[in-house]
């Protein structure tokens, strides 16, 4: 027959682990929703990558993008030119962190999407 002392640090326990599993349903729970946003945030990403593929694979785009630039008004392109070029700035400064989450979200993705459909 246990002792009340044992009792009571059962029931501790019990309430420290119950505790302890809601912590970590709230954790599971935040870690989904950051998950999704930098998902989202990231399909950008990945278009950009994609076109800019596509772009040095094939000369004529870049021959038309050149193109269309000199019909633009100058201030228009001169604009263009400063946000494109900040833009990669960034992804230069951010790409080593980015990159590696790409194929861990499309993991991630895989087996949420494997869970909803049974």
């Not at 954790?27 to 946003?37: K, M, T």
């Not at 278009?47 to 593929?53: E, K, N």
């Not at 269309?68 to 230069?92: A, E, F, N």
Request: glycine share 4%.
């Amino acid at each position: 027959m246990p002792s009340t002392s044992q009792t009571s640090r059962q029931q501790k326990l019990q309430a420290k682990r119950l505790a302890l599993v809601d912590r970590c349903q709230q954790q599971r729970r935040e870690l989904i929703l950051q998950s999704a946003q930098l998902h989202h945030e990231l399909r950008f990403i990945e278009l950009g990558i994609r076109t800019a593929s596509a772009l040095r694979a094939s000369p004529i785009l870049i021959a038309a993008l050149a193109a269309g630039l000199t019909i633009i008004k100058p201030r228009r392109v001169i604009w263009l030119l400063k946000t494109g070029l900040s833009s990669w700035r960034m992804w230069l400064k951010f790409a080593p962190v980015l990159m590696p989450l790409i194929p861990l979200l499309r993991r991630c993705k895989a087996n949420t999407g494997n869970t909803d459909r049974n």
